[in-house]
Nanobody
């Protein structure tokens, strides 16, 4: 199973991007999905998670009020709307899937994708 993250790119500080997580040929609607990021020289960070039915969400403190996670199970996709982007948001972002929502909030997953690069710079 290969999850695919897309939507990254270069954006100026204060700008917005929307990342998408899809999984061609694999149903995501039974899985909780998490977004993680890793910047060069830094540890991996779990930034947001959503339960399989979308009723529960998690955000790490550094993105609360700026990022919004959502999912559309009819489109087999999970999104991360990133607003008010800062230079410190620069990282490779990837999505991961896990049946247990609490597990992915704790940073554990069964499947993950390769990631998409987000660069916030003027």
């Amino acid at each position: 199973v290969q999850l695919q993250a897309s939507g990254g790119g270069l954006v100026q500080p204060g700008g917005s991007l929307r990342l998408s997580c899809t999984a061609p040929g694999f149903r995501l609607d039974d899985y909780a999905i998490g977004w993680f990021r890793q910047a060069p020289g830094k540890e991996r960070e779990g930034i947001s998670c959503i339960s399989s039915n979308g009723n529960d969400t998690f955000y790490t403190n550094s993105v609360k009020g700026r990022f919004i996670i959502s999912r559309d199970n009819t489109k087999n996709a999970v999104y991360l709307q990133m607003n008010s982007l800062k230079s410190e948001d620069t990282a490779k972002y990837f999505c991961a899937a896990e049946l247990d929502y609490r597990a992915i909030v704790a940073g554990l997953w069964t499947w993950r994708g390769r990631g998409t690069l987000v660069t916030v710079s003027s």
